[in-house]
């Protein structure tokens, strides 16, 4: 909880008073099972951007924020004014899974759909909600041995296919 209240923090900290060109957005995302920090940037015109995400989620055999995930994507904006914004976002990631069983690397890919409303005098402060989807599913096999016996179990790790986030955004 620490860790979570220390970037939200940062992020407000470093979101005061500043003043740009509006072409990028740094984002905190929070779901159930995970917590995210992206950057999102414009590029070739005012509707497409590229983002990257990275974050720490919970996702795996133990109820603990241990695991890590990074995903690269790109965003359309496919309706947006100065106060509202609606976005279709997609991207491919990994996800690191971290715990005393096993630690593997599930690859994943997501397609979300993204509500932005903008407040302040600017613009530059955005409430958002995403509701998307992801999918990463690895199987891995464990081999427990001793001197006398040799056991391998076969397993998968699914991620939760839908997601639902809120978050906080700061364009700049």
Same mark, same amino acid.
Request: proline share 1%; no cysteine.
């Given at each position: 909880?620490?860790?979570?209240?220390?970037?939200?923090?940062?992020?407000?900290?470093?979101?005061?008073?500043? /003043?740009?060109?509006?072409?990028?957005?740094?984002? *905190?995302?929070? $779901?159930? !099972? %995970? +917590?995210? &920090?992206?950057?999102?940037?414009?590029?070739?015109?005012?509707?497409?951007?590229?983002?990257?995400?990275?974050?720490?989620?919970?996702?795996?055999?133990?109820?603990?924020?241990?695991?890590?995930? /990074?995903?690269?994507?790109?965003?359309?904006?496919? *309706?947006?004014? $100065?106060? !509202? %914004? +609606?976005? &279709?976002?997609?991207?491919?990631?990994?996800?690191?899974?971290?715990?005393?069983?096993?630690?593997?690397?599930?690859?994943?890919?997501?397609?979300?759909?993204?509500?932005?409303?903008?407040?302040?005098?600017?613009?530059?402060?955005?409430?958002?909600?995403?509701?998307?989807?992801?999918?990463?599913?690895?199987?891995?096999?464990?081999?427990?041995?001793?001197?006398?016996?040799?056991?391998?179990?076969?397993?998968?790790?699914?991620?939760?296919?839908?997601?639902?986030?809120?978050?906080?955004?700061?364009?700049?």
């Amino acid at each position: 909880m620490r860790k979570l209240i220390m970037i939200f923090s940062l992020v407000l900290i470093l979101s005061l008073h500043t /003043i740009a060109q509006n072409k990028r957005l740094i984002s *905190i995302q929070l $779901s159930v !099972n %995970q +917590i995210e &920090l992206g950057l999102e940037h414009q590029i070739l015109s005012e509707k497409l951007s590229a983002d990257i995400y990275t974050g720490i989620a919970n996702q795996d055999i133990n109820n603990n924020f241990d695991d890590f995930s /990074i995903r690269f994507g790109f965003g359309y904006k496919a *309706i947006s004014n $100065s106060k !509202n %914004q +609606i976005a &279709l976002h997609s991207g491919i990631g990994l996800y690191f899974s971290n715990n005393d069983y096993y630690s593997i690397t599930v690859p994943l890919v997501n397609a979300d759909f993204r509500y932005t409303r903008f407040i302040g005098k600017r613009e530059k402060h955005g409430l958002f909600i995403n509701v998307g989807y992801r999918y990463g599913k690895r199987e891995f096999k464990q081999i427990y041995a001793s001197d006398i016996v040799e056991i391998t179990t076969a397993d998968r790790l699914i991620l939760k296919p839908v997601q639902l986030t809120v978050g906080y955004g700061f364009k700049f």
